[in-house]
């Protein structure tokens, strides 16, 4: 079975552009979140959602925002870029949304000149 | 809020050396802990993961054990091989709103083991 799925793989963009960025879950897994690594940290959590439902959100600005297709896969957008939006954006897919293992995309290398 | 700590790296090692990388974690639930790890240029894997205090985690020669008196859940390995080199994540999962398992994470160690 195919694992979490994301693109682009690598994306270049300058400041003020929008992107979005997307997701493919496993196949039975109804949860998507979404996380920021900047380089040398750890991922920051961004969103989850779970039935097209937004579940939770991060301390990320508005600029931010994503949803959930019937088919359980996502589009993350971000406005109006700024050069720390730079980062490696994850996206992990999970059964549902207790406390079950959440497993991650390759992640899309953005970076915002 | 929830917040995971670990031991900043790198940390330099030679073949078949031990290894263990702290993690203490806070939480106000009674989350679920993992580690992951990331091999360069890659996404974060599920290495080991333990659900309840005193539970221990296990793989590929990896452990952890759910410690709720020291709040800890430290990762250890008996005999480190060059590609273990990776950077290793501590992580908790705790419910946010009614529903919702948001993963916090620590910084990350960077392991490097030389032969």
């Known amino acids: 079975d195919a694992g979490v799925t994301q693109s682009p793989t690598h994306l270049i963009k300058t400041r003020g552009q929008h992107v979005t960025l997307r997701c493919s879950p496993i196949s039975g897994h109804k949860s998507v979140s979404w996380y920021q690594q900047v380089l040398g940290q750890g991922p920051q959590f961004i969103f989850q959602y779970y039935e097209k439902e937004e579940r939770g959100r991060g301390n990320f600005p508005d600029r931010f925002s994503a949803r959930q297709f019937p088919n359980y896969s996502s589009e993350l957008n971000v406005n109006a870029l700024l050069l720390g939006d730079s980062a490696l954006y994850l996206c992990a897919s999970s059964l549902g949304t207790g406390k079950e293992t959440q497993y991650f995309g390759p992640g899309t290398r953005l970076l915002v000149l | 809020g929830d917040s995971v700590t670990q031991m900043e790296g790198p940390v330099t090692l030679s073949e078949e050396a031990c290894l263990t990388i702290?993690?203490?974690?806070?939480?106000?639930?009674?989350?679920?802990l993992f580690w992951y790890v990331q091999y360069p240029g890659e996404g974060l894997q599920l290495l080991l993961k333990a659900t309840k205090a005193d539970d221990k985690g296990s793989n590929k020669g990896f452990e952890a054990t759910y410690r709720k008196e020291t709040t800890s859940f430290h990762l250890e390995k008996g005999s480190v091989q060059v590609s273990d080199s990776a950077v290793y994540f501590c992580a908790l999962s705790d419910m946010i709103k009614a529903a919702g398992n948001k993963l916090t994470f620590g910084g990350g160690t960077r392991v490097l083991v030389k032969p």
């Open positions: 702290n993690c203490t974690y806070t939480a106000t639930g009674y989350p679920s």
